[in-house]
């Protein structure tokens, strides 16, 4: 029978109970959990309530006692992270960055390390002790980058390609720094490049016996149509694939990235990705609880200016180079600014490089938790570091003169589509099959770069600024479609636009249909919720497969949609009708 005087038992209890608070109560503030996690860890670790437990023993139920018992947890949360991150990809990705990788990635690490050392060696440090140190802070987070800026946009991939190199590269740095040690002599170095070979041959092993086994593993599980044993299957092939390297001498992050990336060649990739992702963000979750607990908050009081510069010093070291590097691969301003501010922190391999520095005698106890503090400073600072490239990002974009919103044709720019994601580009796509003019805006340079591409008349602008409003000349225009996924920039660019062009159609997206009575309230002459068109597709579907004939389908299908809509105007507390007849009024004097 389980006692509440149990560790292990206690311990859990106060990780979920934090999970269960942390989520939801910075979710309703738009506030990263990130942060949540790591100040719940820095309150209930050993440096906070902890330290209050032998004067009030209840406390003891409201903290973590042990925490070496937790950091396993922590460790499978980054290597699920990792294993998901695999699923992303494919080989065929993998290869076409391998000069970001390899070419970018390396300079980044061994730039910023080489650069953080000589400072380092400046202050009194060893030659050992600075370069290792140096290549510790060089080091990012790939457990809080990849959530926030993930693997497919330009920032994300930049970011990725940088953490996969480093991750790649923890192994070596650990055996150079046994190398770097004053009793090492010669054993480093054989020991570097046994671990090397060994790797090397792992790593075939895995992807020979991944193509040949997993197929049918996977597909014996499928057929049992058993959820429980395709979980099983799935963490059973990224413990083992994380033995096999941690085995050879390898980080076991690297058997977790090689499982996800066999895996995402089968078909079974999609319900694999869609199991494991609780256990992930729950380990990450703990993960983040552990970095929490290294926060000693007295000690950072009494030292708050060194740690502060410090911390200050390593971040700007980092987004020079990074950004700089990224400048010269080509990458475009903006994006290269946001990679390297979301960088510029140091990272949770950062302290297992730390104590292998100081197991080494390369530097001091003192030393290490220093920058211990500054490592858990930085990671809990990611999340703001984060909004802050964005900013960066957006203010350079804004500047640079190419990007500046082009003058609009004096006869008018016909339809005019706000956000060009998916959805603005279905729009656009069918006004130019039938052959409408339009124009297309969006705040995301990557998107205008893309679509460009593709033949699509966008311009880069953010419609948050007033300017670039008045700059697209929307009382000449034909209508407006707002398609952006942002319900409160919506009914607030729509209460604008109605007040200035009181005749304009303002055709709106939705999330449902109390956002949709929200729109008709800010002068939406339509307003299309998600929900209902998804849902009116879906139906639709069901009564084909089922037999009915077309016709009737349509027709009922119109008539509830219909119902729906009429529902939506009486919360609106609008006359629809009324907007029916004015809008069928000026069709009937631009068609006499």
Known sequence: MLSLNNTGFSDTLVILGAAGLVIPAFARFRISPVIGFILVGALVGPFGLGTLVGQNPWLYYFTISDTHS????????????????????????????????????????????LILAAALYLTGLS?????????????????????????????????????LFEDLALVPIIFGLGALAPSAGNAGVVGLLTTLGLGVLTVAALFLGGRLLLPRMFGQAARTKSPELFLAASLLVVIAASLATTAAGLSPIVGALIAGLLIAETEYHGEVEAITAPFKGLALGVFLITVGMRLDLGFVLANWAPLLGATVVV?????????????????????????????????????????????????????AAFWTTVTAIGLTATPLLAKAGQLFSRLIEQQEKDEAPAQVDAAGPGTIVIGFGRVGRTVAEMLRRHNLPYLGVDADIDNVNAARKEGYT??????????????????????????????????????????????????????DAAHAAELYKAGATDAVPETLESSLQLSEAVLVDVGIAVGPVIASIHEMRDEMRKSIKEASDLDRELRVRLRRTRQSEVGG
């Open 70 to 113: 937790i950091e396993p947890f922590a460790e499978f949360g980054i290597i699920l992270l990792l294993f998901s991150i695999g699923l992303e990809l494919s080989f065929k990705r993998l290869w076409a960055m391998r000069k970001l990788v390899f070419g970018v990635g390396a300079a980044e690490l061994v730039g910023a390390g």
């Open 127 to 163: 030659t050992g002790g600075a370069i290792g140190l140096g290549l510790a802070l060089a080091l990012s987070s790939t457990a809080l980058v990849i959530p926030i800026a993930g693997t497919t946009s330009a920032v994300g991939r930049a970011a990725f390609a940088m953490l």
């Open 315 to 367: 971040m700007v070291v980092k987004v020079a180079v990074t950004t700089g590097l990224l400048k010269l691969s080509g990458a475009r301003t903006g994006t290269a600014t946001e990679t390297g501010v979301l960088m510029a922190s140091p990272s949770e391999t950062t302290l297992i490089v730390l104590g292998v520095a100081g197991a080494a005698g390369l530097i001091s106890g003192t030393t």
């Open 458 to 511: 966008v311009l880069f602008g953010d419609v948050t600024r007033n300017e670039l409003v008045d700059q697209l000349k929307l009382g000449h225009a034909k209508a407006l479609v707002l398609t952006m996924d942002d319900p409160v920039l919506t009914v607030r660019l729509t209460k604008r636009v109605r007040g200035w062009v009181p005749e304009l159609p303002i055709i709106a997206r939705a999330r």
